[in-house]
Nanobody, 127 residues
Framework: QVQLVESGGGLVQPGGSLRLSCAAS????????MGWFRQAPGKERGFVAA????????YYTDSVKGRFTISRDNAKNTVYLQMNSLKPEDTAVYYC????????????????????WGQGTQVTVSS
């Protein structure tokens, strides 16, 4: 049974940094594309970043390029999202997602294309 558990969220001031982690269990992450999505109140869940099983393909939504970095450690079955220069508009619940490979994805991949989800972790950017 696929399980994803996010951690690392919290309250941070504008310009600050957070590192989200997603621990996967019940499957071998090597075979999966991993992604991060976010959902702000009153908005749909939207794509943030995704990384292929090997790490060779990475996509980001335009609003986080140059500020966020997705990475993965298949040996630890964990995927990360390093978030720097955080802005109030980054405030949302952040969700980890997994989809077994092969899987063609891009920055416009909808959340429905990912089959497994974590419970989410709240990120609040406020002074």
């Amino acid at each position: 049974q696929v399980q994803l558990v996010e951690s690392g969220g919290g309250l941070v001031q504008p310009g600050g940094s957070l590192r989200l982690s997603c621990a996967a269990s019940g499957f071998t992450m090597d075979d999966y594309t991993m992604g991060w999505f976010r959902q702000a109140p009153g908005k749909e869940r939207g794509f943030v970043a995704a990384i292929s099983w090997s790490g060779s393909r990475i996509y980001y939504t335009d609003s986080v390029k140059g500020r966020f970095t997705i990475s993965r450690d298949n040996a630890k079955n964990t995927v990360y999202l390093q978030m720097n220069s955080l802005k109030p508009e980054d405030t949302a619940v952040y969700y980890c997602a997994a989809r077994n490979s092969p899987f063609t994805f891009s920055a416009t991949t909808p959340s429905a294309d990912f089959g497994s989800w974590g419970q989410g972790t709240q990120v609040t950017v406020s002074s």
